[in-house]
């Protein structure tokens, strides 16, 4: 009974930090405040969002996606994100319990969740998360098992080194742009949380979906090369099944 209570607690508490998120994929592109106002506001209509109106899931579902002011629809995104945020607060839950690790990786998760959206709308990366995460996961690894502070050393180098390398050398190459600078940062970020062993799986994982999302996008679109896809979403895809598969995948390819 008691196992239970605590699941349905930290769902409930992940479909909070969602909501959260919501706020941060909206405010954030457009530089505005996630703090000020810390009442959400319709965007069609302007009418402040009553508390009872912005509970996670439930308000969505009773007022059938849409505003109670304006009839406007509410994007359908808004209850999915709320949703992945309370699952994945029950995934972290069941692979590292209540622990130090649970708390770093679920931040590191809801981090890459929000990037992921952003960067899918607007193809930017905001510095605003990547450039104090370096830092933050760097000192956080002093209190994880799983990697050493010279690995998440080794991490930022790997990650937004190589990143870097590929990014100049295409520059070269093609004269273009082929890796953003908020990749970059992205991936130094995740070298500081996973180390240097979770930033080449993140990698090679993010590569090959990426490489086979791309090859559909640009059958079905026609548009050949000249497709512009983020590769942000495929980074974070990768760090987060490093997070719960990686060791075990890992394993099972060495031997």
């Known amino acids: 009974m008691l196992t239970h209570l605590t699941e349905i607690t930290i769902f409930i508490f992940g479909l909070c930090v969602g909501s959260f998120m919501n706020v941060c994929i909206y405010r954030l592109p457009t530089s505005k405040s996630i703090i000020n106002p810390a009442r959400s506001i319709c965007p069609d209509c302007g009418n402040i969002i009553k508390f009872y109106d912005n509970i996670p899931v439930l308000s969505y579902l009773w007022l059938k996606g849409k505003c109670r002011y304006c009839n406007s629809p509410i ?37 890459l969740l929000v990037i992921t959206f952003i960067d899918i709308d607007h193809q930017i990366i905001p510095d605003v998360i990547t450039l104090p995460g370096i830092p933050i996961f760097f000192f956080a690894s002093f209190a994880l098992t799983a990697i050493t502070y010279k690995d998440s050393l080794l991490g930022i180098v790997a990650g937004g080194g190589s990143l870097l390398l590929i990014a100049v050398i295409y520059n070269l190459i093609t004269k273009k742009e082929g890796v953003g600078g908020g990749d970059i940062k992205l991936l130094a970020m995740l070298g500081a949380a996973l180390g240097w062993k979770g930033v080449l799986f993140t990698i090679f994982v993010a590569s090959a979906i990426g490489t086979i999302v791309g090859i559909i996008l640009m059958l079905r679109t026609q548009k050949g090369l000249k497709l512009a896809v983020p590769f942000g979403p495929f980074l974070s895809m990768g760090a987060i099944i490093y997070i719960f598969f990686g060791a075990g995948i890992i394993n099972w390819y060495l031997n």
Do not use: N
Not at 79 to 105: D, H, N, P, R
């Open 75 to 111: 994007a359908f995104r808004y209850l999915l994100v709320e949703l992945i945020g309370g699952f994945f607060a029950l995934c972290i839950y069941f692979k590292f319990g209540i622990t130090i690790e649970a708390f770093v990786y679920y931040v590191l998760i809801t981090s």
